[in-house]
Nanobody
Framework: EVQLVESGGGLVQAGGSLSLSCAAS????????IGWFRQAPGKEREGVSC????????YYADSVKGRFTISTDNAKNTVYLQMNSLKPEDTAVYYC?????????????????WGKGTLVTVSS
């Protein structure tokens, strides 16, 4: 059974930092493209960042480029999202995602596995 368990969300002031973690199990970690989506109140889920299987190329939404960094620890089957210079518009539930695919999903409808999410709130 595939399991994705997020941690690290919380409340932070604008300009601050948070680090999210996602512990994965139930599948070959290095054979999956793994990443993060988020959903703000009243909005659709959107891709934030992803790291591909195999060569581990990284991708970021334009809104987070230069501020967020995705990384993995294959020994721990864990993916991280370091979020710096947070803005109120980053407030959302952040979901860890995984797919047996060489490329990262562009849309939420393409994602096969989801974590339960962790809430990030950025106050102004």
């Amino acid at each position: 059974e595939v399991q994705l368990v997020e941690s690290g969300g919380g409340l932070v002031q604008a300009g601050g930092s948070l680090s999210l973690s996602c512990a994965a199990s139930g599948f070959p970690f290095d054979e999956a493209s793994i990443g993060w989506f988020r959903q703000a109140p009243g909005k659709e889920r959107e891709g934030v960042s992803c790291i591909t299987s195999g060569v581990r190329s990284t991708y970021y939404a334009d809104s987070v480029k230069g501020r967020f960094t995705i990384s993995t620890d294959n020994a721990k089957n864990t993916v991280y999202l370091q979020m710096n210079s947070l803005k109120p518009e980053d407030t959302a539930v952040y979901y860890c995602t995984a797919d047996y695919a060489p490329a990262c999903p562009d849309y939420a409808s393409e994602v096969h596995y989801w974590g339960k999410g962790t809430l990030v709130t950025v106050s102004s």
